[in-house]
């Protein structure tokens, strides 16, 4: 199948462009694992909040964009269970279930079924779109993890928000900015080669 009929063809995500197999599927689901599990150990602190500001996010929204609905939920959902099982993968280097953060993360495995849907529906082939399937996934990150972290810290919901949505916003802006940059220019690369 050459790269041009792929690209024109609706509901097309850029895993896609490789050929299909079980054996891409497998490897994309898996490298998508490692990819977040990677980003998750680029972090920094974040003072008064249990949760510091990782490249996970990023990660996350990327692989379900990138993969496509199933295969992002499947990529995040062997991210949580490994991690749970005891890979020290998770921001910080932690692993298991019992940390304030781990809203986030289930939420982060919704977010990657979303966004992968939208990029079905070509939410990743423009800057306007991409920010706004960008903007979906956070939002959807946020809304599972900032009650999970209130009823795991004993935080209200306004400090949990203080806590753990506020000090994250403009990290959220800019992972945002790079998705906006990246995804569509990687359509337009591929559509000159095709």
């Known amino acids: 199948m050459s790269t041009a009929s792929v690209t024109s063809r609706p509901g097309a995500v ?52 990138a993969l496509g609905a199933r295969r992002g939920f499947l990529s995040l959902a062997l991210y949580a269970v490994v991690g749970m099982a005891g890979m020290p993968w ?5 692993s298991g279930y019992a940390m304030p953060s781990f809203g986030y993360i289930l939420g982060m495995l919704l977010a990657a079924t979303v966004v992968g849907a939208l990029a079905r529906r070509g939410a990743d082939r423009s800057v306007l779109r991409t920010a706004g399937a960008m903007v979906v996934g956070s939002v959807i990150i946020y809304a599972v993890g900032v009650p ?17 949505l506020v ?28």
């Open 148 to 164: 999970y972290l209130a009823l795991a810290t004993g935080m209200t919901m306004s400090q949990a928000v203080a806590a753990g």
């Open 14 to 65: 850029l895993a896609d462009l490789l050929p299909a197999s079980r054996t891409r599927d497998i490897a994309l689901v898996i490298g998508g694992a490692a990819l977040t599990g990677i980003a998750a150990q680029l972090t920094v602190p974040v003072p008064g909040s249990p949760v510091p500001v990782s490249g996970q996010t990023f990660a996350a929204l990327l692989v379900g964009t």
């Open 167 to 194: 000090p994250f916003l403009i990290g959220d802006a800019l992972k945002a900015a790079l998705a906006m940059g990246a995804l569509p220019t990687a359509w337009k690369l591929v559509g000159r080669r095709g």
């Open 90 to 94: 998770f921001a910080e280097g932690a």
